[in-house]
């Protein structure tokens, strides 16, 4: 049995992308909220034992063990120059996969999975919540909030963060 294939594939139209919905997961350090995409999102976790790496970037947190497996935490307060807080029960660990790897982001509370219309993110100010605007791809409006959408890519290509992903005591 054979299917019939469009041969006239059209490209977006305007329209098209003011319909595009960004699922996101939203999660907060202090008062701010931010968001990232849920494709990169493998599972958020409770808190749990992180075990300090030494001679690691300054905003590593340490490193845990998932299910057998090494992954580096990093602190997302540390990263963003934030004052740190004691950490609560709220506190979770959001792990995402990049390039093949798991690497955990230590976040003060997880708000929600959200779906929200692509129009109505705006390109950020040059400096949001003392994060430098390279990390942000953009802020969303919702009602009465603003979601500081981090742009993961970039984070990920920091040198640091390389350095980080690769460390021998996590492969």
Excluded: C
């Excluded at 976790?45 to 992180?50: G, S």
């Excluded at 490193?63 to 029960?89: S, W």
């Excluded at 993110?121 to 791809?137: D, L, T």
């Amino acid at each position: 049995m054979s299917q019939a294939h469009p041969t006239n594939i059209s490209p977006l139209t305007a329209e098209d992308i003011d319909n595009t919905i960004l699922q996101l997961v939203s999660f907060k350090l202090g008062d701010e909220e931010f968001a990232v995409d849920i494709l990169i999102v493998s599972e958020i976790i409770r808190l749990v034992q992180i075990t300090p790496v030494p001679h690691a970037p300054h905003f590593i947190e340490g490193v845990i063990n998932l299910r057998g497996r090494v992954l580096p935490v990093v602190g997302l307060r540390k990263r963003f120059h934030m004052p740190e807080v004691e950490q609560t029960d709220q506190t979770r660990i959001i792990v995402m996969m990049w390039e093949n790897q798991l690497v955990g982001f230590l976040v003060d509370s997880v708000s929600e999975v959200l779906r929200i219309p692509a129009n109505t993110v705006e390109n950020a100010p040059p400096v949001v919540a003392g994060v430098g605007a390279e990390y942000i791809k953009g802020v969303g409006k919702l009602d009465d909030r603003l979601l500081i959408l981090l742009n993961m890519g970039f984070l990920f290509a920091n040198s640091e963060m390389q350095e980080t992903i690769n460390m021998p005591s996590v492969q």
